[in-house]
């Protein structure tokens, strides 16, 4: 296929044409295999979630935390989410992805309860394919069930443009859960739709501001301006704000001024296997092997 396209280039004597087909090719059958690949990731033991902690901006305490998938496959370097998660939305994959992600969350999440481990939630992702899928609530409030699960055990994050482009059965169904009383966090807020009117209609109960506004706000007043705003929007609408990729105490210190209630990110703990989060949780777990994978 390659040599068929070098060949005409260079009968068309336009050597340009034939590097631009041959970048693009390489970079759609990487794509392929790695989908496919993917797919029996799903088969194997290569997946596993990692969970970080997000902690009280006040008391330090562990409050609640975020489910983060991992791949690792049997061979070569671990594949980022932010690599294969908008690939898999391209496909149903994503949603075999996801019942994966709530099975395991909510199946550690069970565990943790009965093993009597002091933690509050955990927060999946969902990403905007996801909600597309029409019985996407149904799966979630039945996988829940399962395992006897309520709000108090589960939450979810959705970016702002997921919000933003939910038709009315999505919006309908994130009514229903906030209504049950679900946590429901904009994830990465401040880098979607630049309107802020739309925070009136969605029912949310926590802003997660994007790290990259936390980087950059020790050198940057601008950034610190619009976090001081989405702090205070956020409380003014009687949201939960959290501040996420905190690194360094700089970061940190800025951030209890603003008065931001949940801080997640390296500073305090990166995400981490299973059975590490439980020796950190401080729980004596026994009778169980954790599901980290
Ligand atoms: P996200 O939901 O915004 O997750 C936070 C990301 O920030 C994670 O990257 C986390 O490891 C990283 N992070 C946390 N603290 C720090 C810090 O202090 N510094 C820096 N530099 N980074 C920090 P990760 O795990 O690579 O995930 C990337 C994205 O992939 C997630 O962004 C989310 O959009 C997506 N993703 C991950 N797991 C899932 C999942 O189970 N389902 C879906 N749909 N998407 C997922
Ligand atoms: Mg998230
Ligand atoms: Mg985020
Ligand atoms: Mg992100």
Aim: with cysteine.
């Amino acid at each position: 296929n390659a040599d068929v396209a070098k060949n005409r280039a260079k009968l068309d004597g336009r050597g340009s044409v034939w590097f631009f087909d041959q970048q693009l090719h390489d970079e759609l059958l990487h794509q392929h295999r790695l989908v496919d690949r993917l797919e029996q990731a799903l088969e194997s033991e290569e997946l596993s979630l990692h969970y970080q902690p997000q902690v009280s901006a006040v008391s330090g305490r562990i409050e609640n935390l975020e489910a983060l998938l991992r791949w690792q496959p049997a061979e070569g370097p671990p594949i980022s989410p932010a690599e294969f998660i908008p690939l898999a939305e391209r496909s149903d994959l994503i949603h075999r992805l996801g019942d994966w992600v709530m099975e395991t969350a909510c199946h550690q999440r069970a565990l943790w309860r009965d093993a009597g481990l002091a933690i509050e939630r955990i927060d999946i992702n969902f990403s905007g394919r996801q909600m597309s899928r029409s019985d996407v609530f149904q799966r979630f409030e039945d996988c829940l069930a399962r395992y006897g699960l309520g709000p108090r055990h589960i939450g979810i994050e959705l970016t702002e443009n997921v919000l933003i482009e939910a038709d009315d059965r999505i919006l309908e169904g994130l009514r229903r859960l906030h209504h049950l009383g679900f946590r429901i966090a904009i994830d990465d807020f401040g880098t979607g739709y630049s309107s802020l009117s739309y925070l009136k209609h969605f029912p949310v109960t926590a802003l997660k501001i994007d790290r990259n506004f936390v980087r950059d706000a020790p050198d940057q007043p601008e950034d610190r301006a619009i976090m001081e705003a989405a702090v205070f929007i956020g409380h003014r609408l009687g949201l939960e704000v959290v501040a996420e990729g905190v690194e360094n105490l700089e970061q940190l210190t800025l951030i209890r001024e603003m008065r931001c209630d949940l801080i997640q990110g390296f500073y305090f703990f990166r995400p981490m296997p299973a059975m590490e989060m439980e020796r950190i949780l401080g729980g004596l777990v026994t009778g169980h092997q954790g599901i980290s994978g």
